[in-house]
T-cell receptor, first 112, second 111 residues
Framework: DAGVTQSPTHLIKTRGQQVTLRCSPK?????VSWYQQALGQGPQFIFQ???????QRGNFPDRFSGHQFPNYSSELNVNALLLGDSALYLC???????????FGAGTRLSVL | QKEVEQDPGPLSVPEGAIVSLNCTYS??????FMWYRQYSRKGPELLMY????GNKEDGRFTAQVDKSSKYISLFIRDSQPSDSATYLC???????????FGSGTRLQVQP
């Protein structure tokens, strides 16, 4: 059983560009959450998708947006990239009760 | 003040030692308490989760929650070099429906 898969693994962008990250949840999970993990820090909650809608959002600007597709997979989009957006972006999926999020290996984004 | 505080370490112990990792929190709405292990350049892996105050044991790992003190712990017995990783505490509140993480404690077990 494949767990949470994320693509790409690594990405290098320059300031001002836009990026799209992708996530496929664990089989049987219908809720997808995105987290940003800066170096040496714990993951910070960006937002959560359920039934193709954004259900919860953390303290992130509107430059961060997302989408969930009917097959539960999800995308994270970041516009107008800043140097401070450099981080590991983690996707987590969970069943409806939300406990025990399962994380993917992440996408490492470097903004130059 | 952060909602979840965790000593970043690093913590270095000899193989076979008992390791104690701790977090404190301030938000009374947190209802589920988790411990994740994260190896370098990997995603966090769920080790244990608990709901109520008390102890929960799984092999060499014991999770302890004291809601009255807003304090959680993870104990690792007979630590192994393969336990070397960053340990993240995380807390779930059903209102926010998201995890709030500590900053992680880096553990190094020396052979």
């Amino acid at each position: 059983d494949a767990g949470v898969t994320q693509s790409p693994t690594h990405l290098i962008k320059t300031r001002g560009q836009q990026v799209t990250l992708r996530c496929s949840p664990k089989s049987g999970h219908d809720t997808v959450s995105w987290y940003q993990q800066a170096l040496g820090q714990g993951p910070q909650f960006i937002f959560q998708y359920y039934e193709e809608e954004e259900r919860q959002r953390g303290n992130f600007p509107d430059r961060f947006s997302g989408h969930q597709f009917p097959n539960y997979s999800s995308e994270l989009n970041v516009n107008a990239l800043l140097l401070g957006d450099s981080a590991l972006y983690l996707c987590a999926s969970s069943p409806i009760d939300g406990t025990g999020d399962v994380f993917g290996a992440g996408t490492r984004l470097s903004v130059l | 003040q952060k909602e979840v505080e965790q000593d970043p370490g690093p913590l270095s112990v000899p193989e076979g030692a008992i390791v104690s990792l701790n977090c404190t929190y301030s938000n009374s709405a947190f209802q589920y308490f988790m411990w994740y292990r994260q190896y370098s350049r990997k995603g966090p892996e769920l080790l244990m989760y608990t709901y109520s105050s008390g102890n929960k044991e799984d092999g060499r790992f014991t999770a302890q929650v004291d809601k009255s003190s807003k304090y959680i712990s993870l104990f690792i017995r007979d630590s192994q070099p393969s336990d070397s990783a960053t340990y993240l505490c995380a807390m779930w509140d059903t209102g926010r429906r998201a995890l709030t993480f500590g900053s992680g404690t880096r553990l190094q077990v020396q052979p």
